[in-house]
């Protein structure tokens, strides 16, 4: 296998023997500006950039990504929004040595956040990270002690616990005006998700250092269905819908509840309908027992009616009644034979992400823990992930939170962590 010198010199570094040695910056004055480098500039990357520079105290001197065309496109943003020419990068680690940086933008796919965030600590750098926290619960565990070995500012990049009306309905639940909540439910049946077909493989696009892209991922011929959007549906980069729409909801449903591990979790489903090359499922349930309340999970790729009249949401289901959530709006409706609350209809409350984005500069500047700070980042990528293990173990994954592993079950326990392709080492 090749390996370019950069990666070869690198691996003293992923053994935490080197970097882990650096002085973490100060923090950012109140009237500094923040400098920003993007490590992965696809889709959510450009979206991310353009919103941290509708800050004026941003700027971002750095893009970076394995894909010339992306870069281009970052560098175009830049340009237009703050009439600057950024430099632009393939080798992440040449962004991470830069001394003008103040944090990273990193918005790979999932098998390329482990690494650089854990890396970005060790340099001094504060970090807004794409959900879910990697593509293992190990992988996560390791940026959660970083994060706090290094002191740093990391913000995963959940927005909904920034949004006003989420805010609110969470506060219902917590009041206990609902009753006592024993079922949430969390569903996305998204009809603009169909197959993706059953392309060759071949070589890579002109521009595209694809042995970077796949970094720790198995070594594997291109195939355009493993790339850009596409990774999301395939196990060696990531969770698919489990984990891509799961973490997000999940992460409102548990906004509104005590904090608490799953005991047990249980999954069904698979590729009933799809018959393209992607490998995670079209189709999914999986059922998590909390000490006090019971979730549900469910997805469905190619139909759009979901539960509730809605194609996706997210809903409490107390004794006195239940509210159902998504970014249209909430809604309260009390049980029939008590009827102790009044229904209720609330409008969203727009676009979370400039709020998210706005949080975490200003945790930035204050040191303060962010919304959706990495001890909540990992809970909740661990809880998607522990769906996606019942599943591909076929079997009910009886969970010890205390020591992050599957009690009495061998093949499920291997899906906990991930096995990562010479020389990329992940430091524990």
């Not at 500069?361 to 990528?381: E, F, W, Y």
Request: glycine residues 10%.
């Amino acid at each position: 296998m090749e390996k370019s010198a950069l990666a070869a010199a690198a691996v003293p570094a992923f053994n935490g023997l080197i970097l882990s040695s650096s002085k973490a910056q100060p923090a950012v004055g109140a009237n500094d500006k923040v400098r920003v480098g993007v490590i992965g500039c696809g889709g959510m990357g450009r979206g991310n950039l353009s919103t941290f520079l509708a800050n004026p105290e941003v700027d971002c001197p750095v893009i970076c990504d394995v894909d010339d065309a992306q870069i281009a496109k970052g560098i175009d943003i830049v340009e237009k929004q703050r009439k600057q020419t950024p430099a632009g990068e393939k080798d992440f680690r040449r962004v991470l040595d830069r001394k003008d940086l103040d944090a990273v933008i990193i918005s790979t796919p999932d098998h390329w956040h482990a690494i650089p965030t854990i890396m970005a600590c060790q340099a001094g750098k504060d970090i807004y990270v794409e959900k879910p926290l990697a593509t293992s619960i190990a992988e996560g565990r390791a940026m959660l002690d970083a994060t706090n070995r290094h002191k740093r500012v990391v913000q995963m990049g959940a927005p909904r616990r920034d949004s006003v009306h989420i805010k609110e309905a969470a506060e219902i639940v917590r009041s206990g005006k609902l009753g006592k909540v024993g079922l949430i439910r969390g569903w996305a049946h998204l009809d603009w998700l169909g197959g993706v077909g059953n392309p060759p493989d071949s070589a890579p696009p002109a521009g595209v250092d694809y042995d970077m892209w796949l970094g720790p991922a198995p070594k594997r011929p291109f195939n355009p269905n493993r790339f850009h959007f596409n990774f999301r549906w395939f196990w060696d980069y990531a969770g698919g819908l489990m984990t891509d729409w799961g973490v997000h909801l999940i992460d409102v449903l548990l906004f509104g509840m005590p904090k608490e591990n799953p005991i047990s979790v249980s999954s069904v489903g698979g590729k009933y309908v799809l018959t393209d090359n992607s490998e995670t499922p079209d189709t999914q349930i999986a059922l998590y027992e909390f000490p006090s309340f019971t979730m549900v999970w469910e997805h469905k790729v190619g139909t759009g009616l979901g539960l509730n009249g809605r194609p996706w949401g997210m809903s409490w289901v107390g004794s006195e009644g239940t509210l159902i959530l998504n970014d249209a709006g909430y809604e309260i409706i009390s049980e029939p034979k008590k009827k102790s609350l009044e229904h209720v209809e609330v409008k969203g409350s727009g676009d979370p992400r400039g709020a998210h984005v706005r949080n975490f500069l200003d945790c930035m500047k204050s040191r303060a823990q962010p919304s959706t700070n990495l001890d909540i980042g990992h809970h909740v990528s661990t809880i998607a992930h522990l769906g996606n293990i019942a599943l591909r173990s076929s079997s009910k994954v009886i969970w010890d939170a205390k020591n992050e592993r599957v009690i009495d079950n061998k093949k499920a326990n291997q899906l906990v962590g991930v096995e990562y392709r010479k020389p990329w080492k992940l430091a524990m």
